[in-house]
């Protein structure tokens, strides 16, 4: 329900330190690794590999700790506890008043913001507060993605990965023009698609904390800001850029350098972008159900959900779960122009006209496909990502 991203980013709902979580995605909108489909009886013309949705490290990850606890919601004693999603920018954000074992009073805020306007960059603000002075520190990092539930007979599920298909190329400390760490940036590769993913962040505490690096054998590298008093202010801006996608552009020496990085956008800035963003979206998508509030609120959740989750690159779609998880492995399925398309004619052009020229785009395939099966014409695929059919029951 908390999910957020732009059409080509997205996050699932999960809270900055990961944990408790079902499924802690971050995932790219058409970014994929394949696999063989494997058939108890095989027949000529079935799809032959499959296609499913990575998930991606998570470059917001951050962790708080306070006179040496750890802030964590399944151990520290909660006194108040607010999530919200914002339609009018976008904004998940997250409220917590805890106690800590030595009886002092914290309210700790994280608000996330994925840019609608800068596809491949987002941001994240915690503020911790205590009601007398305390030890504050902030840990930031990369988390490598979470192992996902298995149910081998959900049609959902049941083909996924049960692989890691991410390979590390290698990470980097980022530093200021004094030599001073201020973020940090880490390089992949899929095994067998060949897409190419660097994502990093930048970071600006708004107190003279301390920051002390940590790194470990092959692992992503950490900040951590330290100080003492009785709060701490963080922005952590992220940024995922990608390569190999059907029809991307990206030059991969580009990827693997990072030099995207710096273009990340002040907190202030990404904020005011986004509200204007959505003022232009709702002047044409709002839905107003007169005598029931409940109604309506689920009616703009669904538009804003559509708005979020579909590509409008021209090289990437509508998923049937859009961004917000892994569902049906993030395939884009036949029926996009059935249940997608009728709401963008009728309030965004501009991503009507991506979502056909994606189509469009895979004519080609779909033309071979008619000719493996000895048609004329073209046969589009029921569930893809790349162009090619992925699905083993159709």
Same mark, same amino acid.
């Given at each position: +329900? ?12 999960? %809270?900055?330190? *990961?944990?408790?979580? &079902?499924?802690?995605?971050? %995932? !790219? ?52 506890? *607010? ?10 954000s997250r409220t917590v008043r805890w106690t ?12 996330? !913001? ?9 941001? $994240? ?17 990369i988390a490598m993605p979470a192992s996902r ?7 959902? $599920? ?13 990470? *980097? ?16 590769? =899929? ?42 202010? +963080?922005?952590? &801006? ?31 800035? +990404? ?5 204007? &963003? ?27 959900? +559509? ?16 961004? =917000? ?20 004619? &009728? ?5 009507? *006209?991506?979502? !056909? ?27 893809? !990502? ?9």
């Open positions: +329900l908390f999910s957020i991203g732009n059409g080509y980013l997205g996050f699932r709902g999960f %809270f900055c330190e *990961r944990e408790p979580a &079902h499924h802690p995605g971050v %995932f !790219i909108n058409g970014f994929y690794e394949i696999s063989p489909i494997h058939y108890g009886e095989d027949a000529y013309g079935f799809a032959r590999f499959n296609q499913t949705m990575v998930d991606l490290p998570d470059c917001r990850y951050l962790t708080v700790t306070v006179d040496g606890q750890r802030f964590d919601m399944k151990s520290v004693q909660v006194d108040e506890y *607010r999530k919200k999603l914002d339609f009018h920018t976008g904004m998940l800590t074992t030595e009886g002092k009073k914290v309210v700790t805020t994280w608000e996330t !913001i994925i840019s609608m306007e800068h596809k491949h960059v987002g941001a $994240v603000r915690l503020q911790v507060s205590c009601a007398s002075d305390a030890r504050i520190s902030v840990s930031s990092s539930a298995v149910a081998a007979l959900d049609p959902r $599920v049941g083909t996924m990965l049960n692989r890691p298909s991410l390979t590390s190329l290698g990470y *980097r400390l980022l530093h200021d023009d004094d030599k001073h760490p201020i973020g940090f940036e880490g390089a992949f590769k =899929t095994v067998e698609s060949a897409l190419h993913l660097t994502c990093g962040a930048l970071h600006e505490c708004t107190l003279s904390a301390s920051v002390e690096t940590r790194t470990e054998e092959d692992g992503p590298p950490s900040l951590v800001f330290m100080h003492e008093g009785r709060s701490l202010e +963080l922005c952590k &801006h992220f940024y995922y850029l990608s390569a190999g996608r059907p029809g991307e552009s990206f030059p991969l020496e580009t990827i693997r350098k990072g030099k995207f990085g710096r273009a990340c956008t002040r907190w202030h800035d +990404l904020v005011a972008s986004q509200r204007n &963003h959505y003022i232009q979206f709702w002047e044409h998508a709002l839905v107003t159900v007169e005598g029931d509030e409940k109604i309506e609120q689920a009616l703009r959740f669904n538009l804003l959900q +559509l708005h979020q989750s579909t590509g409008t690159d021209g090289m990437s779609s509508l998923a049937a779960k859009g961004l =917000t998880g892994s569902g049906y492995e993030g395939h884009y399925f036949w029926d996009t122009e059935i249940y997608g398309m009728p709401f963008f004619n &009728h309030t965004d052009s501009k991503t009507a *006209r991506a979502l !056909i020229s994606y189509r469009i785009s895979l004519l080609d395939h779909g033309r071979a496909r008619a000719r493996d099966l000895a048609q004329r014409g073209a046969l589009y695929p029921w569930r893809t !990502i790349n162009g090619w059919e992925a699905s083993a029951y159709f």
